[in-house]
């Protein structure tokens, strides 16, 4: 009786606790997951309003939950969103760089998710190369598209819509989910918004606005990169001495000359008349009455400017332009969000909010990303699921681009592949933090030589400290102390006190480069190809 008594009361509480830690999911939820482009989290007033107020966006970390410590694996456009795809590290799906293609033999989860009898669909930005695979309908900008009067490559071929690329592909969105063959059956749409991506063009609507404002600077941006190694100082991402006039700062091309301004390649120029060159007449208009007074103000007082003066000049433009561009984004995620409720479709749907990679907004001096270091590494990621996550909670544990395959697949009853690589967040969603083991995450970016000049290096990262190897042209080491030096402005590596940590960390890596089958074999492959490319150009 004794026996029998105890094997009960075992039973019922492996049950009990089974059953409070996987509590049921909601079947075969929807999906909408939305993919900004260059979103940095520091304009997401949900983690910062310290530069500017997303409502919109704010509503889904409201309703669900954000995550302050979810991270890329590689701080890169094409990289990054094939990791999403694949939930696998770029040396094991091969899109390591922007420069070559997506390989297409590649497994991804919305081929999954379509075989398993979901809609699927995709607008906006995906720049792969090529089309997406397991997608029912697709309208995506080619390469990396227009923010005016925009082309779309789509399942019927080249179109070009008019008007602005947020506010089209949000319209696309709608009216695809509006219009759906099967109203019974779940989807999976895919909500990829090309800005605030670089030349940071916002709609004419919000020009006025926008230019008129000033923004707070953030404390490093004067930085001189002396406490870090010869990659910081060699980045080519500094709004002093990078950015284009043109281009970036939207000075007209007759003023740089009148003010003897030039950039080097000719590309700022042509930067210029890609975009801006697209406008309709009514767009142009808004535009040069917008633009022609500022750039005519730089013009009187940039003889007597110094670089002080000149730094804070090009950060100030350049928010009014990024932040423009989010404010586009913020009102059309509302616009989406409730044609959703107006659907009835906000309850059984998953929302996910991400960028393909955080972004510099003038820390360390800088604009773009790639680097390890904090401001890139890091990314915004929001998720919203009715009955599953406990609205307006937040998440600390290190999450990563690499597990929202598996994530959804879960969420969606779909088994993931075996050589997936990531690691299901679903338990985290629900609440049950400790069924959660991973304390470090890892890091790699290759694409260099190539713009911004960024060296390669992989990482890996504790909630405490970063240890990163630059190599390729370099051999340089750099560690950092996360919690007592959050700026990331001092290399500690030779430092005697972390002589400990280092040597634990270099064991780590080694086991963690194992452990996703990354060795310095590939380096080696992808120096070969780089030096075959340099010297075989026109092959
Ligand atoms: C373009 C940008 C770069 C940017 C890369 C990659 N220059 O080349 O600043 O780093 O894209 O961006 S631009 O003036 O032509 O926009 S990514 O988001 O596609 O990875
Ligand atoms: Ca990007």
């Known amino acids: 009786v004794f026996v029998l008594f105890c094997t009960v009361l075992f039973s019922c509480q492996t049950a009990k606790k089974d059953n409070t830690s996987k509590k049921e999911l909601p079947k075969r939820p929807n999906i909408i997951f939305m993919v900004s482009d260059d979103h940095a989290y520091q304009a997401i007033s949900a983690y910062s309003n310290h530069l500017v107020e997303t409502p919109n966006i704010d509503r889904i970390a409201n309703n669900g939950m954000k995550f302050t410590n979810a991270c890329v694996t590689n701080s890169i456009c094409g990289p990054s969103r094939a990791t999403m795809l694949t939930g696998k590290h770029c040396h094991i799906h091969g899109k390591t760089d922007n420069l070559f293609p997506f390989d297409e ?126 990659a910081a100082k060699t980045a080519e991402m500094n709004l002093l001495k990078h950015m284009n006039w043109a281009g970036d700062s939207k000075l007209y091309p007759e003023m740089m000359a009148e003010l003897g301004l030039k950039d080097e390649s000719g590309w700022d120029l042509e930067a210029f008349d890609r975009e801006v060159g697209r406008m309709n007449a009514q767009q142009r208009a808004v535009w040069d009455s917008t633009y022609i007074p500022l750039m005519e103000d730089f013009k009187a007082k940039y003889p007597n400017m110094n670089d002080t003066e000149l730094m804070k000049w090009r950060y100030q433009r350049y928010m009014q332009d990024y932040l423009g561009c989010i404010a586009s984004v913020d009102e059309n995620v509302g616009r989406l969000l409730d044609h959703l409720e107006e659907l009835d479709l906000d309850e059984n749907t998953i929302i ?80 049950n933090d400790e069924e959660w083991t991973r304390d470090a995450v890892y890091y790699h970016y290759y694409e260099y030589p190539s713009i911004h000049m960024v060296k390669r290096h992989y990482a890996i990262i504790t909630q405490e400290y970063k240890l990163i190897h630059f190599y390729y042209d370099v051999d ?64």
């Open 476 to 539: 340089e080491w750099e560690l950092y102390d996360r919690k007592n030096d959050v700026q990331e402005m001092t290399n500690v590596i030779n430092d005697p006190a972390y002589a400990d940590v280092l040597v634990k960390l270099k064991k780590e890596l080694a086991e963690m480069r194992e452990k996703y089958g990354d060795s310095s074999q590939l380096d080696q492959e992808l120096i070969d190809k780089y030096i075959h490319e340099k010297e075989n150009p026109d092959v």
């Open 105 to 230: 033999t590649q497994t991804t989860f919305p081929q999954l998710l379509q075989k398993a009898g979901y809609q699927t669909a995709m607008f906006g930005k995906l720049h792969f190369g090529n089309n997406p695979k397991g997608i029912d309908e697709f309208k995506i900008l080619p390469d990396q598209g227009s923010y005016y009067n925009p082309d779309f490559n789509t399942n019927e071929g080249r179109i070009t819509v008019e008007g602005y690329v947020t506010d089209i592909i949000t319209d696309m969105s709608i009216d695809w989910l509006d219009n759906r063959r099967k109203e019974d059956e779940p989807f999976v749409m895919f909500y990829m918004h090309k800005a605030p991506h670089r030349e940071w063009l916002p709609a004419p609507r919000h020009f006025k606005e926008y230019t008129k404002k000033t923004f707070v600077e953030p404390a490093t941006l004067f930085d001189n990169y002396e406490g870090r190694g010869t």
């Open 352 to 431: 996910v909010y991400t960028s393909d990679q955080g972004f510099y907004l003038g820390e360390h001096g800088w604009f773009d990303k790639r680097f390890a270091y904090d401001e890139s590494f890091k990314t915004p990621l929001l998720v919203s699921w009715p009955g599953v996550v406990e609205p307006g909670t937040t998440n600390t544990e290190m999450v990563q681009n690499l597990d929202f395959a598996q994530t959804l697949l879960e969420a969606a009853g779909i088994e993931a592949p075996e050589d997936m690589q990531g690691e299901s967040l679903i338990p985290l969603l629900q609440g």
